[in-house]
């Protein structure tokens, strides 16, 4: 038998991977074991991936659903739950309590959002129940009824992201839950188109008296902050512009009352806002009553306590929407118990959104409050840091180097010199003659940061700074792997290195109140303030650019086109 022909027999009798090849050589034999496999097919430590960290998402609204759009999934295991299955537009709810839009103009389901997004994310349409911080697990229970199976489950996690939104603030008022409307979502908004509708069919029946139509036809916001305000001027429009055409007899008793605690509405904007509010409100027949706060509602009453006299008054009402802040919901509530924030209001984080006194757990939007350090707090160790010589003084050199991680680390510092109209830093060191030292001690240097502490404000609860904040922490986790070892954020001023990211600082772009009759109003950055008919052009155009998708873009426009050609839609459905 030759060689060659004794290698094919032996090897059809072994297996693919492996063969004996035995050789005979003169002066000696050698026998060869050889692996077919090749190094590439074997399975090496370095080729098996570590196991992605879980990321847990609770909500898709603004802060979530920006969190989402922001984050690379491919990078993390990522599972999203919420109570809804679609993010909602919501500064256009007004606008869908009466039929301006339609209410799926302004929403886009979650799951058209997420195939969009590079890597896998997971969605359950379900409400989370309790956090358990310890075991790092979240529990929650399917809100769809009705159908086989059980809707509880757990899901664990490496990191927690918070952005479940907040419930609307009763402040215990008796009759509220029961009697009046909400306006926080879509469902919400459905409701007081068609009960605006029955309120209208009820009026015109003929057994009913002048007293009960007028009733009937009594329409009272509760709240003149911004939500409380437009939907107000749409209810306004509503009725000026559709319903009276179709209910004629019924056109002089109809009556919308805004109701005020404080002693201006939109108190949040601009005094000159706030003013040319009240005297179109005025010019439109609106009641507009400040100083005024609801004591009781009933089904058929709201009764008002006028906080200047104290005189407490009953009024009927056909409908009243409660608009006046949020608060915060019972499963965040339970895990503040848990975690040692219980005398909070809402969830404390600090700058990098990080929840206080819980590790890996993140809280964005209105469910939580960034609580700002003060400088002044850690002004001895920023004059440390500063003090590279330990001599006890600083040079104008010194005090510009720090104050570069300074403005950093404590946004307040920047908003002061901005309010101040401060290019220069060192401005800052000029004394009581207006002379600028060349040198400074640590008691000149606290009095010259002494009044930046003043300009440590709370972020609003609004879609622009729930944006915003997912936007940041996503990219914080996009980046997180870079940083631990190559950090980016300002010197530790307690302690050494560098703080692995920056913190979050807020952007105001500005922020609009349509008030009717084609005019709104808007405070745009630099202190400037816009009224009138072409500034509810360019709410348009911004509200029309903000959409999710070109698919509700589209859809929003075509809402506003139909509305001016043919009117606003009145039907109960």
């Known amino acids: 038998m030759t060689i060659s022909s004794f290698f094919i027999r032996a090897s059809k009798t072994l297996n693919s991977s492996n063969f004996l090849l035995l050789c005979t050589l003169s002066g000696g034999g050698v026998v060869a074991y050889s692996e077919l496999q090749s190094e590439t097919q074997r399975p090496t430590i370095d080729a098996i991936e570590p196991p992605k960290k879980k990321v847990v998402v609770l909500g898709t ?80 229970r399917s809100n769809i009824e009705h159908l086989v199976g059980s809707g509880e489950f757990s899901l664990e996690y490496d990191f927690l992201v918070v952005a479940a939104g907040a419930q609307v603030n009763t402040f215990n008022t008796p009759g509220v839950k029961e009697n009046c409307y909400f306006l926080k979502d879509v469902e919400d908004a459905q409701k007081i188109r068609l009960s605006v509708i029955d309120c209208f069919e009820k009026a015109v029946l003929p057994s009913l008296s002048e007293e009960e139509r007028r009733s009937n036809l009594h329409f009272i916001v ?32 109809v009556k919308i009352t805004l109701i005020q605690s404080g002693d201006h509405i939109l108190n949040t904007f601009d005094e000159r806002i706030s003013s040319f ?58 895990f503040m118990e848990e975690i040692g924030q219980a005398k909070h209001r809402v969830l404390a984080a600090d700058e990098w959104l990080r929840v206080k006194g819980c590790e890996a757990v993140y809280a964005l939007g209105d469910c939580c409050t960034i609580n700002q350090r003060k400088i002044m707090d850690d002004i001895s160790d920023i004059f440390k840091a500063a003090d ?45 003659q207006g002379n600028q030292r060349k040198e400074i001690d640590i008691e000149v240097f606290k009095q010259a940061l002494s009044n930046v502490d003043s300009q440590v404000k709370i972020l609003p609860a609004t879609a622009q700074v729930a944006a915003q904040q997912g936007e940041y922490l996503a990219r914080c986790f996009n980046h997180m792997n870079k940083c631990e070892d190559h950090p980016e954020g300002p010197r530790r001023f307690k302690g050494t290195g560098h703080h692995q990211f920056r913190p979050f600082q807020y952007k105001h772009f500005g922020q609009f109140a349509p008030l009717g009759g084609e005019q709104a109003a808007a405070e745009l950055p630099g202190d400037w303030v816009s009224m009138g008919h072409s ?4 709410w348009y155009s911004v509200y029309a650019s903000k959409q999710v998708s070109w698919r509700t873009r589209v859809l929003v426009i075509s809402d506003w086109t139909r509305r001016f050609i043919f009117g606003r839609d009145s039907s109960g459905v």
């Open 535 to 538: 500034t509810q052009w360019l």
């Open 61 to 140: 609204g603004w802060a979530g659903t920006s969190f989402l759009k922001g984050l690379d999934a491919s990078l993390y295991d990522v599972q999203v739950v919420s109570p809804r299955n679609y993010f909602a537009f919501t500064p256009l709810l007004p606008s869908v309590t009466c039929g301006t839009v339609e209410a799926r103009s302004i929403v886009e389901p979650v799951r058209n959002i997420i195939k969009k997004r590079k890597g896998e994310i997971k969605f359950w349409e379900a409400e989370c129940v309790k956090i358990d911080a310890v075991n790092k697990k979240v529990f929650c």
């Open 222 to 253: 509760v709240g003149g902050g911004p939500t409380g305000v437009e939907f107000a001027a749409e209810l306004h429009d509503y009725v000026l512009e559709d319903l009276i055409k179709l209910y004629p007899t019924v056109k002089d008793i």
């Open 388 to 432: 590279k010589n330990n001599s006890g003084i600083l040079t104008i050199e010194e005090f510009k180097d720090v104050m570069g991680d300074v403005i950093l680390r404590y946004p307040q510092v920047e908003l002061y010199l901005k309010k101040e109209h401060l290019l220069d830093l060192t401005t800052l060191l000029k004394d009581s």
């Open 277 to 334: 509010a009240e005297q179109k409100f005025g010019r439109d027949g609106i009641d507009v009553q400040t100083g005024s706060r609801v004591v009781n509602v009933s089904d058929k009453e709201i009764t008002v306590k006028v906080k200047s006299t104290g005189e407490v008054c009953s009024v009927p009402h056909g409908l009243v929407v409660w608009s006046t802040g949020i608060s915060t919901l019972p499963f965040v509530r339970d």
